[in-house]
């Protein structure tokens, strides 16, 4: 079962505007998120976070949306870059600090067109 | 420190022949993950290490599959008698005392091709 799913595949969007990538989960014991962005021939590098208690958390271009309710968080990404093309992973962890491992989506391949 | 070092980075094995991986972590780092990624998938959790015992192995390890860290530093994961289905990206994360999931870096992993 896919506890965290990310819907869309790739997603195209123009230089300077704005990117929204989605996630969905299904677990409600997932108390921390992440993004984590990857560049081919690279492992995953990390992006940027959010716990449960929040929802909303910023960081520079970068902003993740939380819904508990809806068991739904997004990434924005303002303004886009070219650099951000790239595969983007959302990831959820349960049981608070003593988490060790990461459940992961299928990934949304972000494309900035000049 | 040069960050998590996976080797090899690319092995092409035939079906049946037995693949080692070895992943370094970042050196002051006592937590070290294995993933396995397949096409078109996100990352899926393979087992963990703290310091040199192995602490949780998930069902996607099959016995074909061992791991290792016999100094609680460098990392190695075998694979017996390969099948297709092994074809993946192998990746090593390594994260410090204390942050567990929250402070992963991860390696550039290793691409296993089975033929």
């Known amino acids: 079962d896919q506890q965290v799913k990310q819907n869309s595949p790739s997603l195209s969007v123009q230089e300077g505007r704005i990117s929204i990538l989605n996630c969905d989960y299904t677990?409600?014991?997932?108390?921390?998120f992440l993004w984590y962005k990857k560049y081919p021939a690279e492992g995953p590098t990390f992006l940027i976070s959010?716990?449960?208690?929040?929802d909303k958390n910023e960081d520079g271009r970068f902003t993740v949306f939380l819904n508990k309710s809806a068991k739904h968080l997004s990434l924005h990404i303002v303004p886009s870059q070219p650099g951000d093309s790239a595969v983007y992973f959302c990831?959820?962890?349960?049981?608070?600090?003593?988490?060790?491992?990461?459940?992961f989506g299928q990934g949304t391949r972000l494309t900035i067109n000049p | 420190d040069t960050g998590v070092s996976q080797n090899p980075r690319h092995k092409i094995t035939k079906r049946g022949q037995n693949v080692t991986f070895r992943c370094d972590p970042i050196?002051?780092?006592?937590?070290l993950y294995w993933y396995r990624q397949t096409l078109g998938q996100g990352p899926e959790f393979l087992t963990y290490?703290?310091?040199?015992?192995?602490?949780?192995k998930s069902r996607l390890l099959s016995d074909r599959f061992s791991a290792e860290r016999p100094k609680g530093s460098f990392s190695t994961l075998e694979i017996q008698r390969t099948e297709q289905g092994d074809s993946a990206m192998y990746l090593c994360?390594?994260?410090?005392?204390?942050?567990?999931?929250?402070?992963?870096?991860f390696g550039s992993g290793t691409r296993l091709t089975v033929v």
């Open positions: 990831a959820a962890s349960a049981q608070g600090q003593g988490a060790q491992k990461l459940v």
């Open positions: 290490f703290q310091n040199e015992a192995q602490l949780e």
């Open positions: 677990n409600s014991m997932f108390d921390y």
């Open positions: 050196s002051e780092h006592n937590r």
């Open positions: 959010i716990s449960s208690i929040k």
């Open positions: 994360a390594s994260s410090p005392q204390g942050q567990g999931a929250y402070g992963y870096t």
